[in-house]
T-cell receptor, first 116, second 118 residues
Framework: AQSVSQHNHHVILSEAASLELGCNYS??????LFWYVQYPGQHLQLLLK??????LVKGIKGFEAEFIKSKFSFNLRKPSVQWSDTAEYFC??????????????FGIGTKLQVIP | NAGVTQTPKFRVLKTGQSMTLLCAQD?????MYWYRQDPGMGLRLIHY???????AKGEVPDGYNVSRLKKQNFLLGLESAAPSQTSVYFC?????????????????FGPGTRLTVL
């Protein structure tokens, strides 16, 4: 079964600090990888995704993530965070297939608090 | 396009009462999902559907039933609510990419339903 680990459950940063959120998954086959963001009181929305090609993926609002297949990792980064980045971030992985359906697994989420 | 909508937004139930949550999407997505979100537990899949007329169990299906009679609607039912079902419920939908192996693409989420069971 697929599992997705997000190592940091709560991160507190000052504005302009750099951010890296870890995400590791267990399934060794072909996967599609996502980061979703949930701003306070809102629903989840896509930040970025990786299906194939360049393992360094750029998303909205200056976020990027790097897929390292050998490490089963898809870490999220941003060089300089802003107060408006305060949110909860979820890593998600599609795969493996079961019954013709590509199972989706979400990580537990990381709450990021940015202090002005 | 409205995207994914959910009704109601809030609901308070007494133990043993029943209710139905409605999810609707106008993006012609094949796949639809129901999740519950609880503090410290992330998102857990309750049930999902890969097309009209089909449903399947997710990680935490007990106490819930679903139906997908129309492609655009996915209903989640609680037959006899329990306090353990107090949660925020999110519906989502996604394309099926149609490639070999039917890859699922980005999920689009609804605004959520906050349910309290007393």
């Amino acid at each position: 079964a697929q599992s997705v680990s997000q190592h940091n459950h709560h991160v507190i940063l000052s504005e302009a600090a750099s951010l890296e959120l870890g995400c590791n998954y267990s399934y060794g086959g072909t996967v599609n990888l996502f980061w979703y963001v949930q701003y306070p009181g809102q629903h989840l929305q896509l930040l970025l995704k990786y299906f194939s090609g360049d393992p360094l993926v750029k998303g909205i609002k200056g976020f990027e993530a790097e897929f390292i297949k050998s490490k089963f990792s898809f870490n999220l980064r941003k060089p300089s965070v802003q107060w408006s980045d305060t949110a909860e971030y979820f890593c998600a992985v599609n795969g493996p297939y079961s019954g013709g359906y590509q199972k989706v697994t979400f990580g537990i989420g990381t709450k990021l608090q940015v202090i002005p | 396009n409205a995207g994914v909508t959910q009704t109601p937004k809030f609901r308070v139930l007494k133990t043993g009462q029943s209710m139905t949550l409605l999810c609707a999407q106008d993006m012609n997505h094949e796949y639809m999902y129901w999740y519950r979100q609880d503090p410290g537990m992330g998102l857990r899949l309750i049930h999902y559907s890969v097309g009209e007329g089909t449903t399947a169990k997710g990680e935490v299906p007990d106490g819930y039933n679903v139906s997908r009679l129309k492609k655009q609607n996915f209903l989640l039912g609680l037959e006899s609510a329990a306090p353990s079902q107090t949660s925020v419920y999110f519906c989502a939908s996604s394309y099926e990419l149609g490639l070999a192996g039917a890859q699922t693409d980005t999920q689009y989420f609804g605004p959520g339903t906050r349910l309290t069971v007393l």
